[in-house]
C-alpha cells in the first residue's frame, strides 16, 4: 500500500521526530511512504482567521501536491480535518470541487488510518508508563476521530491508560485563538494542566502538535513533570 506523508507546518518545523516516527511506523506496518515535497500549508490559519481568497492559494497546491497519492497520512487531526473541509470551501468551482473531493475521500490522520484502513489495532510497540490521552478539538470534533488513538494506546504493551477527567475541554491552543483571546486561552490550559494532574500521569499523549506544545508549555512553566508525546512517537517505540 503505498502512502504519502502529509507533515503539517508544526511537525515540520517544531516536531520533526514525529514526522520520523510516523514514516517508521507506516513502513513497519507495510506501508510504502513518499513524501510530495511540492506540499505545504493546509490552509487552515489564514481560513480561520477570514482569509478565503488567500487560503484557497494554499489549498490548491496541496491538491497538486497529492494529487497522484494513493493515500495521504498525517500525523494531525487538525490538518487533516482541514483537508476534508476543502469539497465545502470550493463548492461551485467545478474544476477544484472534483479535485478538492478526490484529496478529502484519501486523506486520513495516521491512527485513523491504522485502525480504519488497515483494520490494526495492535501495531507491535511496547512502552512502559502511565499514559494519558488529550482528544483534541479538531480531531475528535471535525475529522470525527474518537476511538482510533485510544484503541492503539490500549494495545500497546507496558501502557497504563488512564482517562483524563473532562478530556472534551479544548485546552486553549485553537491556532490563532491562542493569539487573538491569549487571556482565556491561558485560563483554559490552565485547567487542562490541572485535569493531567489529577491523573497521576506520568506521560501526556495526544495527535495533535499545536495541543502538545500548548499544554507542554503550560505545565513546564507550572514546574510539572509529565512528558509530552505525540501518539506517533508512543506507537513506534520498542523497547
Known sequence: MKVSLFITCLCDIFSTNVGKDTVELLERVGCEVDFPELQTCCGQPAYNSGYLTESKQAMKQMIRAFKDSEYVVGPSGSCVGMLKEYPEIFTGDPKWEEEAKALAAKSFEVTQFLVDVLGMTDVGSTFRGKVTYHPSCHMTRILGVKDAPKTLLQHVDGVELVELPIG??????????????????EQMVQEKSEHITETGAEYLVGGDMGCLLNIGGRMAREGKNVQVMHIAEILNYQK
Open 168 to 185: 472534551e475541554d479544548c485546552c486553549g491552543f485553537g491556532g490563532t485563538f491562542s493569539v487573538k483571546n491569549a487571556a482565556i486561552s
